[in-house]
């Protein structure tokens, strides 16, 4: 028998997961949502089930085959060993962009930013959240940031093309570029050449930091902010809350084969079973993704009645206000109060159109024609514990070559020879930067004067290749 429903991957999660998920699914069947949800296990249960990443391995022929992906929030066992799944399937399924609406339902929820209404865009894959971590020495772990050009493009992309769509007229920036030169340097860089190409949509940038505290001080300032990875962990959190409850705000992964919606919130293990927990995150993760599969008019007709349901005062204990509330609902009653107002629409808040909505088809990255890559020099990181940096300095200087020339060993990124300060405090692990003479290096004579520092027992914890690119040096000055 053939059916026009859509087939959609779902997970009812942990925690408050199922309530807001089966509270969910009867407002999408009430609204005439043409979907066929085919449920998965993850989570908890199968995290302790000894699946590392809490995900059964035949679930990812489903999202394989449906593409679209419907999670309810689910519970990380406490204690190592465990990954994250979220992050398991954002890198798995490609979905590069977060994207995360913030909005303030004033006066009907308490917010004390009542014309806030920002959408943050964050990178999704990328970052610090590569897993690419190391002990080296017995003082010091090093957890990679991967930030790549394709990586960089594509969210910026996706940020500009998402406001052009959404009629919004600014998109800013938020990097830390002023210490992160090359990485963050650009992430800002890419900003800025994309942005060109969207002259009707304004674009300013901000180091996170300031602009982090402005979304706390004046969220209403911004419109669409697009952002690195940690960067919009932290931020989005932020803003959904200063918004009104994260209870919430829904967010949507896209990516260039799948997508998936959820909330933002966790599995609210203090609200499980209780029937108290507000459904409205995971609803606007489905209505999002309602859009996303082209049944933009259901996704409408939800959205309207639940800004209808709120307006009317029926709220969740999250958002109640004696005074100002109702009535107060716990989460099959308010999913009810949302189905008995399809068909109406807000008389004051904001009801959004989704006409026309369709998901973003983002032209292919092009990757970038090859530059003239030129080997320079070696940074050799040591485990090093004898002495001070003076002795360190004297003696490494007569491993060096007519090829290879000590120049300056740090400590923690400070210099610290030659002319380094007293008062540094050192750690068990030196970068030593050797460097060519005629900018020319053969990788022969890297791997000569690493066996020599071996052989004179030296312990080399990892090496790092210094590269020109059309002349330009493709890693950073050192400070101090
Ligand atoms: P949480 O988001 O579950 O809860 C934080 C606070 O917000 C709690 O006080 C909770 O009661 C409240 N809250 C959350 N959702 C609500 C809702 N729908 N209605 C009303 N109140 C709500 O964060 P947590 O307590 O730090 O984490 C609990 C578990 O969730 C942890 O195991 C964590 O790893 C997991 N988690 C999962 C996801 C996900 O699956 N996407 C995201 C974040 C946290």
Redesign the pocket.
């Known amino acids: 028998m053939t059916t026009n429903k859509t087939p959609i991957t779902i997970a009812y999660?942990?925690?408050?997961g199922p309530s807001?998920m089966q509270a969910t699914l009867d407002i999408l069947e009430a609204a005439g949502a043409q979907i066929a949800p085919e449920p998965i296990e993850i989570g908890e249960k199968v995290y302790l089930s000894g699946q590392s990443n809490g995900i059964e391995a035949s679930a990812w022929e489903s999202l394989r085959r449906t593409k679209v992906f419907l999670?309810a929030?689910?519970?990380?066992p406490q204690g190592g060993g465990y990954k994250s799944?979220?992050v398991s399937m954002r890198k798995a399924l490609g979905l590069y962009a977060n994207v995360r609406p913030c909005i303030a339902y004033a006066p009907f929820v308490r917010t004390k930013h009542p014309n806030m209404d920002l959408v943050i865009v964050r990178e999704n894959e990328e970052d610090l959240y590569a897993g690419i971590e190391h002990r080296q020495t017995e003082e010091v772990y090093q957890c990679l940031k991967l930030i790549t050009r394709p990586g960089c493009e594509r969210i910026v992309r996706y940020a500009f093309e998402y406001a052009q769509q959404q009629n919004r007229q600014r998109v800013t920036c938020f990097i830390k570029d002023n210490i992160m030169k090359l990485t963050d340097g650009l992430f800002h860089q890419v900003f800025r050449d994309i942005a060109k190409e969207y002259p009707d949509i304004q674009h300013d940038s901000m180091i996170v930091d300031i602009g982090a505290a402005r979304v706390a001080d004046t969220p209403e300032a911004f419109d669409v902010i697009v952002m690195p990875n940690l960067y919009g962990d932290i931020i989005s959190d932020v803003a959904a809350q200063i918004a009104g409850?994260?209870?919430m705000a829904g967010s949507a992964n896209i990516g260039d084969h799948c997508a998936m919606f959820?909330?933002?919130?966790?599995?609210?293990?203090?609200?499980a079973g209780q029937n108290?927990?507000?459904?409205?995150?995971l609803l606007h993760g489905a209505i999002q993704m309602l859009v996303h599969i082209g049944q933009s008019e259901v996704a409408e007709k939800i959205h309207h009645a639940w800004l209808a349901t709120l307006e009317q005062g029926l709220h969740?204990?999250?958002i109640y206000k004696e005074g100002q509330s109702k009535a107060l609902l716990g989460t099959t009653e308010f999913a009810k109060a949302v189905i008995s107002r399809l068909g109406q629409s807000p008389s004051q808040l904001n009801a959004p159109s989704y006409a026309g909505s369709k998901p973003l088809v983002l032209p292919a990255v092009a990757h970038k024609t090859p530059c003239d890559k030129e080997l320079v020099g070696i940074d050799i990181f040591l485990q090093w514990q004898k002495g001070e940096a003076q002795t360190l300095g004297e003696e490494l200087k007569t491993y060096g070559s007519d090829a290879l020339d000590l120049k300056l060993i740090t400590n923690r990124g400070v210099k610290v020879w030659p002319e380094g300060f007293p008062e540094t405090y050192c750690v068990d692990h030196w970068r030593c930067r050797f460097m060519s003479p005629n900018m020319h290096l053969d990788f022969a004579e890297v791997l000569a004067l690493q066996t020599r520092l071996h052989d004179a027992g030296f312990d080399v914890v990892k090496t790092e290749n210094l590269y020109n690119f059309n002349g330009e040096p493709g890693y950073a000055a050192v400070h101090g």
């Open positions: 999660g942990d925690g408050i807001i999670k929030p689910i519970t990380t799944l979220n409850s994260v209870g959820e909330a933002i919130h966790g599995s609210a293990p203090d609200l108290i927990a507000n459904p409205s995150g969740t204990a999250d």
